[in-house]
């Protein structure tokens, strides 16, 4: 006699059967040519089909534009009010835009929140040739800056990711540029945006919404860039937090756009059913001291510099070992927040797994000469005649 289930024990049924097997011998519904699901604190891959598979990804491209235009954010070669006047060749990208007009000014806040909500040509454009001089000064960069990521199957032609011969990556390669992408300020307000006018007020104005559309459909998600040609087909590097465990979720090749909606669902359902986030460090937590040479205090208190976790699957437990990486000594002055080492966890196997990093909880200002001189001595003294 057949009994009908109720939809909350298949699910039930479903995870029990999921964790009794092992990662690579999971299937999921993917809809698409290449995925991949990685935990984007460690870098840990959960899932991946196809993922080292060479194709085009469409304007997820800008993903790496964005990179470098926060890069000179964050190091200050730049600033958000920066005035970026449009060029011909800006203006003649066609594709999704908003028009730019060739001697056109505008800031870069505007131009990069056009390119993370409209996927804007013109503007990747104009941002590139604004940063480097011009285009293909620009994408040498982006190229060099891959290498440097370790995306070994990687080929950027162009800052928009319009079709062209030998541009190329990898679901791999996206994860890892997005893994890089989300350290960097303002990446995730640039993309979680939802609506952004550019020109308001003005006969010009644009109002522009993501294509992102998981923003909404997906609680935790912020990020990060879609993408769509006829060669490419529809793309999508998808970053969603739930607490404390952050996933990256890549599609490429999808032949419709809801194929890539459901693909990255299935990701993104698969890493939040499977695993949880194990708290291994939290930001300010003690970690002892370390002495100071030549410091009106002699010894300077040490916390962790960040929260850091790590991805467990739910019912597993976490086998990790855990290095506190310090000098003996530092050397006066030191600065409240200062970096004088590292905690770094290890697998059984003895590879190292997470770090985050070490911080002075106050500052020392430099003794004066008198201090120093009888700091000297003292030292010398010990040493003279308290050898072991």
């Keep these: 006699m057949l009994t009908r289930c109720r939809p909350g024990v298949l699910l039930l049924l479903l995870a029990v059967v999921l964790f009794s097997l092992p990662v690579e011998a999971v299937t999921l519904p993917i809809k698409a040519k290449s995925a991949i699901l990685m935990e984007a604190q460690t870098g840990e891959v959960l899932y991946e089909h196809n993922a ?126 997005s893994r890089y992408a989300l350290t960097l300020p303002h990446l995730t307000t640039l993309t979680s945006t939802w609506e952004y006018w550019v020109r308001k007020g003005t006969p010009q104005e644009v109002w522009l919404t993501t294509f992102n559309k998981l923003i909404k459909q997906y609680p935790g998600c912020d990020g990060l860039k879609t993408g769509y040609t006829s060669k490419a087909g529809y793309c999508l590097s998808a970053t969603a937090s739930r607490d404390g465990l952050r996933l990256i979720a890549v599609v490429l090749g999808a032949s419709t756009a809801q194929n890539r909606t459901d693909s990255i669902k299935a990701l993104l359902d698969y890493g939040f059913q499977m695993y949880k986030s194990e708290k291994l460090v939290t930001k300010g937590e003690p970690l002892g001291e370390v002495k100071v040479l030549h410091g009106l205090a002699d010894k300077v208190e040490i916390v962790s510099g960040d929260d850091l976790v790590y991805p467990v699957k739910r019912g597993e437990s976490l086998d990790l070992t855990k290095e506190i990486r310090v000098p003996e000594y530092v050397e006066a002055p030191i600065n409240t927040g200062e970096e004088l080492g590292e905690i770094v966890f290890k697998d059984a196997a003895g590879n190292v797994v997470a770090k985050t990093p070490i911080i002075a909880q106050s500052g020392v200002e430099r003794a004066g000469f008198g201090k120093i001189v009888g700091q000297t001595m003292r030292q010398m003294l010990k040493a003279l005649f308290f050898r072991n």
């Design 52 to 177: 080292d598979e060479k194709l085009p990804i469409a304007s997820v491209t800008k993903i790496m534009t964005m990179a470098l235009a926060l890069e000179a954010l964050r190091n200050q070669k730049v600033t958000m009010d920066d005035v970026i006047v449009g060029s011909y060749l800006a203006k003649s990208m066609g594709g999704t835009q908003i028009w730019l007009e060739e001697g056109e000014q505008m800031s870069l806040r505007d131009m990069l929140y056009a390119v993370a909500v409209g996927s804007a040509n013109d503007c990747a454009v104009a941002i590139a040739e604004y940063l480097a001089g011009s285009v293909e000064s620009f994408v040498a960069i982006m190229n060099e800056r891959a290498a440097e990521l370790g995306m070994t199957n990687t080929h950027f032609v162009n800052p928009t990711g319009l079709d062209a011969p030998d541009h190329y990556s990898t679901a791999r390669d996206v994860a890892i540029l």
